[in-house]
C-alpha cells in the first residue's frame, strides 16, 4: 500500500510483474473489512436491544402465515440447523413460535407473534438508523449507487453460494 498525493493510502493491485512476497489488497480483503465493520455496528444497536446479530435477519424473514426452516433458510442463505438455535432463543422471548402445518401433520412451520412483530419494529427502526449512520459519509447519489451495486453483488454471490451448498 503507498500514500497518495492527498496523505491517504492508496491500494494496487498486483501485476503480473509485481513480488509474490508484497500484500496488495484486493476485492476481498475490502469486503470483509466492510462486512466486520457493519456487523459490529449492527451488534452494537441489536445488543442495546437485546438481540444478537441474525436474530433481526430471522424475525424479518418470518411471517405470520408461517415458513417452514429450509424455507427460511434458503432465504437467509443460512443452514437449517442454525435457524433452529436462533429460533429457541426468539420461542424462548415469546417473538416467534413453531405450529404443525395443518396441510401436511409431518411438518412444523415456524411463524411470528404479535410480540415478535413489536419487536420487528423496533429493529427495522435500529437498522434504519444505522442505515442514516453509515450513508451520511457519503452523497445521497452515491449512498443510493453503492447501494445498487453492492445488492446485485450479494445477489451473485448468494447463487455462487447456493451451488456449492
Known amino acids: 500500500m503507498s500514500v497518495s498525493a492527498g496523505g491517504k493510502p492508496s491500494r494496487r493491485r498486483s501485476g503480473s510483474g509485481d513480488d509474490p512476497g508484497i500484500a496488495v489488497v484486493g476485492l476481498v480483503p475490502a469486503l ?59 420461542v424462548n422471548k415469546g417473538l416467534v413460535e413453531r405450529v404443525g402445518d395443518v396441510r401436511d401433520g409431518r411438518r412444523t412451520l415456524i411463524r411470528i407473534t404479535p410480540a415478535g412483530i413489536e419487536a420487528r419494529k423496533m429493529l427495522m427502526q435500529a437498522r434504519a438508523e444505522l442505515d442514516a449512520e453509515l450513508g451520511a459519509g457519503m452523497s445521497p447519489e452515491k449512498c443510493a449507487a453503492v447501494t445498487l451495486e453492492l445488492e446485485e453483488f450479494a445477489h451473485y454471490i448468494a447463487s455462487r453460494l447456493r451451488r456449492l451448498r
Do not use: C
Not at 446479530?53 to 411471517?63: K, R
Open 32 to 90: 470483509l473489512s466492510v462486512s466486520k465493520s457493519t456487523r459490529a455496528l449492527q451488534g452494537i444497536k441489536l445488543a442495546s436491544l437485546g438481540f444478537h446479530n441474525g436474530q433481526d435477519e430471522l424475525l424479518m424473514a418470518i411471517d405470520a402465515k408461517g415458513e417452514t426452516v429450509s424455507t427460511v433458510a434458503a432465504h437467509l442463505a443460512i443452514r437449517p440447523s442454525t435457524v433452529s438455535k436462533m429460533m429457541d432463543r426468539l
